[in-house]
T-cell receptor, first 113, second 110 residues
Framework: NAGVMQNPRHLVRRRGQEARLRCSPM?????VYWYRQLPEEGLKFMVY????????ESGMPKERFSAEFPKEGPSILRIQQVVRGDSAAYFC???????????FGQGTRLTVV | GIQVEQSPPDLILQEGANSTLRCNFS?????LQWFHQNPWGQLINLFY???GTKQNGRLSATTVATERYSLLYISSSQTTDSGVYFC????????????FGTGTRLQVTL
């Protein structure tokens, strides 16, 4: 009974590189959400996706960030040309068709050096 | 957008003590969840409780949606209860995104 799976758990990137974060939702879940947590802060919503559709991206920075949830495979959060301020924990959550209860993965901790 | 406030911000307890954590929100909600973020950063679901009362072992929660607050009770606290407790809500009429409170940082000492 696998939960929400995120990989990698830790990611180190140099400034200017690209970061790709992956998320596989729980079995039977078709709604995926990405959240960002800065040190000593709460989680902030970034984007909500269903298969092949972006439902709400009101929390996504306007540049360098993109997300997708293709018909096959995991959801991907992509950060291009990373900067030090992108260093944070990125959490993915999923929920099913009949409930808004969200379940979270273990997060990816991105460090930009 | 909806505002979610948690109190107290920090709490230190001796093992065995009881505590109550509070979550106030500024608008109507159709989802409220309590999470425990452990010292390793993992988010653990505690309760899905848009209204009413639930209990799970030493933990229980009550949400009074009409008065816009929720309470999390921890009884007979243990050192493994340490971490940050977050309340998160979905504002009625929004597209399922959770808005998190600022959290209560709990430290349980021997």
């Amino acid at each position: 009974n696998a939960g929400v799976m995120q990989n990698p758990r830790h990611l180190v990137r140099r400034r200017g590189q690209e970061a790709r974060l992956r998320c596989s939702p729980m079995k039977g879940h078709s709604h995926v959400y990405w959240y960002r947590q800065l040190p000593e802060e709460g989680l902030k919503f970034m984007v909500y996706l269903q298969k092949e559709n972006i439902i709400d991206e009101s929390g996504m920075p306007k540049e360098r960030f993109s997300a997708e949830f293709p018909k096959e495979g995991p959801s991907i959060l992509r950060i291009q040309q990373v900067v030090r301020g992108d260093s944070a924990a990125y959490f993915c959550a999923s929920s099913g068709p009949r409930s808004t209860e969200a379940f979270f993965g273990q997060g990816t901790r991105l460090t930009v050096v | 957008g909806i505002q979610v406030e948690q109190s107290p911000p920090d709490l230190i307890l001796q093992e065995g003590a009881n505590s109550t954590l509070r979550c106030n929100f500024s608008d109507s909600v159709n989802n409220l969840q309590w999470f425990h973020q452990n010292p390793w950063g993992q988010l653990i679901n505690l309760f899905y409780i848009p209204s009413g009362t639930k209990q799970n072992g030493r933990l229980s929660a009550t949400t009074v949606a009409t008065e816009r607050y929720s309470l999390l009770y921890i009884s007979s606290s243990q050192t493994t209860d340490s971490g940050v407790y977050f309340c998160a809500v979905i504002n009625t009429g929004t597209a399922s995104k959770l808005t998190f409170g600022t959290g209560t940082r709990l430290q349980v000492t021997l």
